[in-house]
C-alpha cells in the first residue's frame, strides 16, 4: 500500500581480490600473454608480449594483423591455430615472430581455444616464452660441432674414444678408411 524500496547487498570481497590478483599476475608475468580472436586480431595482451614483439605501446600491439605481421604468412598462422581448432589446445610449439622491426624473435607458444555454447572458437589465449637466446646458443653449439667433426674427421690420426667398459662411443673416419 505505501512505497517501499528493497535493497540488495552483496559482499563482493572475494571477486575484487581475484581481479586484483589476475591484473597483477597478467601485468608482471614475464612472458607474453595474449588473447586473440581465431580471425588473428589481439583482444588483449600483457606488457611483456607488447616488449618482445617490439611494439611501443599496447595499444599499438592490439592494432597488428597477427597472420601477416606477426606470423610469417597466412599460411603458418593456420599451422599453429589447426591443433587448436582441432584439440582445443597446442603445446610448445616453436614458431619464429616477426616484431615490429621486422627482426626475428624465436617463442615457444602454450595455448588453448575458447569455446562458445555451439562449440565455435571464439579465443585463443596463451602464452609466449621468448626463446631467442636459445636458439642462438644453439645455433652456436652446432657450428662448433660442425667444425670439431670436420677437423676429426680429416686428421690423419686415428682417434678412437671408448667408455671404461671398452665400448666404443666415437671413431673418426680415418679408422673407417683403414677397413674397421
Known amino acids: 500500500e505505501?512505497?517501499?524500496?528493497?535493497?540488495v547487498l552483496r559482499d563482493i570481497t572475494d571477486r575484487r581480490e581475484a581481479e586484483r590478483r589476475y591484473r597483477e599476475l597478467f601485468g608482471n608475468?614475464?612472458?607474453?600473454?595474449?588473447?586473440?580472436?581465431?580471425?588473428g586480431v589481439f583482444i588483449e595482451v600483457n606488457d611483456a608480449l607488447v616488449r618482445m614483439l617490439?611494439?611501443?605501446?599496447?595499444?599499438?600491439?592490439?592494432?597488428?594483423d597477427i597472420r601477416t605481421q606477426?606470423?610469417?604468412?597466412?599460411?603458418?598462422?593456420?599451422e599453429?591455430?589447426?591443433?587448436m581448432q582441432a584439440h582445443g589446445v597446442v603445446r610448445n610449439h616453436?614458431?619464429?615472430?616477426?616484431?615490429?622491426?621486422?627482426?626475428?624473435?624465436?617463442?615457444l607458444i602454450n595455448a588453448f581455444a575458447v569455446r562458445d555454447t555451439q562449440q565455435r572458437v571464439t579465443q585463443y589465449r596463451g602464452l609466449m616464452l621468448d626463446i631467442s637466446d636459445l636458439k642462438a646458443y644453439q645455433a652456436e653449439l652446432q657450428r662448433e660441432r660442425d667444425f670439431s667433426g670436420k677437423i676429426l674427421n680429416n686428421t690423419q690420426s686415428l682417434i678412437l674414444v671408448t667408455d671404461t667398459a671398452g665400448l666404443v662411443s666415437y671413431a673418426n673416419r680415418r679408422w673407417q678408411d683403414m677397413g674397421y
Open 2 to 7: 505505501g512505497l517501499q524500496t528493497i535493497h
Open 29 to 39: 608475468i614475464q612472458e607474453g600473454l595474449f588473447f586473440s580472436t581465431p580471425e
Open 54 to 64: 617490439g611494439y611501443s605501446t599496447r595499444e599499438e600491439a592490439l592494432q597488428v
Open 70 to 78: 606477426v606470423f610469417s604468412s597466412p599460411e603458418r598462422y593456420r
Open 80 to 83: 599453429f591455430t589447426a591443433p
Open 94 to 107: 616453436e614458431e619464429a615472430l616477426h616484431r615490429k622491426d621486422g627482426s626475428t624473435v624465436h617463442v
